[in-house]
């Protein structure tokens, strides 16, 4: 079993930035693909961003390239989230999650562990 806990959220001005955590406890002796999801309110969970086990490879959802990055210290089991120029439609639960493959991604049904989420909130 993974735990994984999300800390950084909460609430920024627009245009304003915010660094996210999500550190895995438990079985952490291998390593796992993470990736970043948000939900808003009264709408389905998205991917944002993830990186693959060795951090060689990342991802991002479009309208979020340039502005999330993502990053990971296997020595810490964390994986972080820099958002800058934030939106008042970034605001949302954001969770991290682990998988044990290295493909697909982007897709939240292939990863296993889930963390509680953290909630973000910009105002504009």
């Known amino acids: 079993q993974v735990q994984l806990v999300e800390s950084g959220g909460g609430l920024v001005q627009a245009g304003g930035s915010l660094r996210l955590s999500c550190t895995a406890s438990?079985?952490?002796?291998?390593?796992?693909?993470m990736g970043w999801f948000r939900q808003a309110p009264g709408k389905e969970r998205e991917f944002v961003a993830a990186i693959t086990r060795t951090g060689t490879s990342t991802y991002y959802t479009d309208s979020m390239k340039g502005r999330f990055t993502i990053s990971r210290d296997n020595a810490k089991n964390t994986v972080y989230l820099q958002m800058n120029t934030l939106k008042a439609e970034d605001t949302a639960v954001y969770y991290c999650a682990a998988t044990f493959g290295n493909y697909e991604l982007t897709e939240k049904q292939v990863y296993t562990y889930w963390g509680q989420g953290t909630q973000i909130t910009v105002s504009s």
């Open positions: 438990g079985r952490t002796s291998i390593s796992y693909a």
